[in-house]
């Protein structure tokens, strides 16, 4: 009820579970990026898998070394920049601008759900803050496995690229209703 009546928090895990829903199961079609997208093999998944690491260990040290108190708007702007940059990840077809892609898919990933998970629980009081989290727990990783489905239905019927860049926009449509509705 609290999640539901606080704004703040209902963008939060609103705008997350359709993130994790659609955008963030991105790692079931990298195989396929990797063999026919790309055509890079297994050593040039290893690659882009890495890449991706990459990106998300960058973003995790900047936002710790960062020490800011975290924002909407922040939040806002790591959850467009991930579905911008999946998005363009589904289109490229150069396998050296996918690696700098996919670092910044890892990068915006990391930004996005760690300032998320930050802002929830510095906004909720501390006798709801373990229900506020579990409600964001439940979008954040239990709504991946949802998106896993429909993501792999999507690249049967239509390739993995369709089906990436689909998701990328189904994404940043959410973050985009999150910058309408953010005040």
């Known amino acids: ?9 209902l963008l939060i ?6 993130v994790s829903l659609f955008g963030i199961n991105f790692n079931v079609v990298l195989p396929l990026f990797a063999t026919e997208v790309l055509n890079v093999g297994a050593i040039g998944f290893g690659f882009i898998s890495s890449a991706f690491g990459i990106g998300s260990l960058m973003a995790a040290l900047w936002l710790a070394w960062g020490n800011n108190k975290p924002s909407i708007s922040q939040l806002l702007v790591g959850a467009t920049a991930f579905c911008i940059f999946e998005a363009l990840f589904a289109i490229s077809r150069l396998y050296i601008l996918s690696l ?12 996005f759900s760690a300032i ?5 629980q510095t906004v909720a009081p501390d006798y709801l803050r373990g229900r506020v989290m579990s409600a964001y727990m439940l ?12 993501t792999g239905g ?3 019927f239509f390739g993995a690229p369709m089906a990436l860049f689909i998701d990328a926009l189904i994404s940043l449509t959410a973050a ?3 910058w309408f509705f953010r005040k």
Do not use: C, D, E, K
Not at 116 to 120: G, K, R, Y
Not at 139 to 150: D, I, K, Q, R, Y
């Open 1 to 9: 009820v609290y999640s539901w009546r606080t704004p703040s928090v």
């Open 13 to 18: 895990i609103a705008v997350m579970g359709v």
């Open 100 to 111: 700098a892609l996919i670092a910044a898919v890892g990068f915006a990933q990391i930004v």
């Open 116 to 120: 998320s998970n930050t802002t929830l």
């Open 139 to 150: 979008v954040f990783a239990g709504t991946t496995p949802l998106g896993n489905l429909f």
């Open 154 to 156: 999507l690249a049967h």
């Open 176 to 178: 985009i209703g999150g």
